[in-house]
């Protein structure tokens, strides 16, 4: 189960997978209706998550 999720946690850092979660939360906001923009929010706060995580492994291992 560790190693699941630690694929999982190194899948969902990649760059290109943080610039997706960030596109997609900011794409929910802008076209879903008034009552459902709270959950683009809770994207947007799943997708610093993963900055931050992102940005922490690049800091601790620079040759990924």
Do not use: E, H
């Not at 943080?18 to 076209?31: G, N, P």
């Not at 809770?42 to 620079?62: D, E, H, S, W």
Request: net charge positive.
């Amino acid at each position: 189960m560790k190693k699941i999720l630690k694929r999982f946690w190194n899948y969902m850092t990649r760059p290109s997978m943080v610039i997706w979660q960030y596109t997609y939360s900011f794409l929910t906001y802008f076209t879903s209706p008034q009552s459902l923009r709270y959950l683009s929010l809770i994207f947007l706060a799943i997708a610093t998550v993963f900055l931050v995580g992102m940005i922490y492994q690049k800091k601790k291992n620079p040759t990924i």
